[in-house]
């Protein structure tokens, strides 16, 4: 595994850092006469993250990925996101325009009566005018993630993230519920202001 790590940190130093950076630039242009998006984002996965990931076993104890540098599809990982739900269909209708797409996920919790992480998550093939000869196509991955999100959702995705989804030690039963709580307060808060603005929109 240290041969991989050494073989992603080259090219993590090499292609991913600056193809991100193209990308963000890329996505920003596509959707720059678009009205309420917060921020676009576009980041290189750590080498830390790229390894864990790499090492991970299945359930049977085998390497879940026999080839990483190949297979792992979130090398190159960009965010969306944007101020009212409102927004979200006509977003994934752009992507789906401007991107050749392999997969289409909009994650929501497993039962309804349950709140958690929600978002829009697509596998994407890198635009060929990314690449150059400085920056050659041969080098870097097929695909990159792109997550679709409200200001709600990301806030609460990425806190989630921090403390509860990777936690140091596991959370009590009070602290999954807090958890919950503001899983289901970010989802009523989301649809209070989408609600606020088709009213002010439409008055």
């Known amino acids: 595994m240290s041969d991989i790590r050494a073989e992603y940190q080259q090219r993590h130093d090499r292609i991913l850092v600056p193809l ?12 720059k006469d678009v009205p309420r998006i917060d921020r676009i984002a576009a980041r290189a996965k750590s080498v830390d993250r790229f390894v864990a990931k790499a090492e991970k076993l299945t359930d049977n104890g085998a390497r879940k990925y026999s080839d990483p540098l190949s297979q792992i599809q979130d090398q190159i990982g960009a965010r969306i996101i944007l101020f009212y739900l409102n927004d979200v269909e006509k977003m ?3 992507v789906n325009q401007y991107f050749t797409s392999i997969e289409e996920k909009e994650i929501v919790p497993d039962e309804d009566s349950k709140f958690g992480y929600v978002g829009r998550h697509f596998i994407l093939f890198f635009p060929s005018e ?37 936690p140091d030690r596991s959370l009590t039963a009070e602290e999954l519920r ?7 307060q970010s989802w009523g808060a989301d649809r209070i202001m989408n609600e606020l603005f088709i009213k002010t929109v439409n008055s």
């Open 20 to 31: 991100a950076t193209r990308l963000r630039d890329h996505i920003q242009e596509f959707v």
């Open 92 to 94: 994934v209708t752009l």
């Open 130 to 166: 990314l690449f150059d000869q400085q920056l050659p196509k041969d080098d870097a991955p097929e695909f990159f993630e792109l997550q679709v999100k409200t200001l709600f959702q990301h806030a609460w995705a990425e806190s989630n993230h921090d403390l509860a989804y990777k």
């Open 178 to 184: 807090y958890v919950a709580f503001t899983a289901a």
